[in-house]
């Protein structure tokens, strides 16, 4: 029977070359959940032989890998604002830029005593970072995909995020059917923000695997976040904050977008440069 350290070297070399991997963090992790193995127990005993039923479940991970399934999808997990959430196939796959929108909505907020809604919370990962950091908030957060919502609620209870209001159905209607109107303080978005021309060219693990419902926008990526902008002085307070995320090349547009009745303008940047968070206050 191969020992620990023998698999290793399997899976770092079928795993080397993948775009975006690190072969060798992804072997040692996808071998210890196949065995039920610590961090220490892989490193200490490199030689000791593995059972035919954990190499099978060994080589399976790794080879939905090499096939470009996402590492998050194989482990079932993901980790957002150091809080470790559950994902899966049909659900947004949270990406560590999208923090930006949890630190802006912080730093707007005030006493913590926020109402706050959340549009497309997918797994919910800002929902439960936001829930986590304002414990006093009332959140809501929406999602058009049953899926989605149902592996959010399990995201808040997992977390113990008491304080969030789940409800389903496409950008507004669920803030209309909660009579929401003028009752927001911060209203949070990571809609969708890709050109349809530009889905082809992604990278298999987010072409082949992620909802493309949560990604792509329309002919020029803008169209949600049209709509976002539109619709958002509906259900703010006036003074109220909009952030929301945005794609790469489409600040100029956004910032098009929030003239008059939206003030103080900002943009955040991701640590690569790129504008990633647009925020605005609703003019009083």
């Given amino acids: 029977m191969p020992a620990t350290h023998d698999l290793l070297v399997e899976g770092r070399r079928r795993l080397d070359g993948l775009p975006g991997a690190d072969p060798a963090l992804e072997a040692r992790v996808l071998l210890r959940r196949a065995l039920g193995f610590t961090e220490m ?70 006493n913590g005593d926020e109402t706050i809604a959340e549009i497309g919370t997918g797994c919910g990962a800002v929902a439960v970072a936001l829930a986590k950091e304002m414990p006093g908030a009332r959140i809501i957060a929406t999602d058009i995909s049953r899926r989605a919502l149902l592996l959010a609620r399990k995201n808040a209870a997992r977390q113990g995020a008491g304080n969030i209001e789940f409800r389903g159905g496409d950008l507004f209607a669920p803030l209309r059917r909660a009579a929401l109107q003028a009752g927001l303080d911060i209203l949070v978005s990571n809609p969708p923000y890709v050109a349809e021309s530009a889905w082809v060219l992604l990278e298999p693990e987010v072409r082949d695997f992620e909802p493309k ?13 049209v709509r976002l902008v539109a619709g958002a002085p509906e259900f703010l307070k006036p003074g109220g904050s909009l952030v929301f995320e945005i794609g790469r090349g489409q600040a100029r547009a956004v910032k098009a977008l929030l003239k008059n009745p939206w003030t103080d303008v900002s943009l955040k940047h991701d640590l690569r440069g790129i504008p990633r968070a647009a925020a605005a206050r609703l003019g009083s």
């Fill in 41 to 110: 127990e892989i490193l200490a005993f490199p030689d000791r032989p593995v059972s035919a039923s954990g190499v099978r479940r060994y080589r399976r991970a790794i080879a939905r890998r090499a096939a470009r399934v996402p590492f998050a999808y194989i482990l079932g997990e993901r980790e957002f604002w150091s809080i470790p959430l559950t994902v899966g196939p049909g659900v947004l796959i949270p990406r560590p830029e999208t923090e930006l929108l949890v630190e802006t909505v912080l730093a707007l907020a005030g």
């Fill in 213 to 225: 419902r949560a990604l792509v926008a329309g002919p020029s990526g803008l169209e949600t976040i």
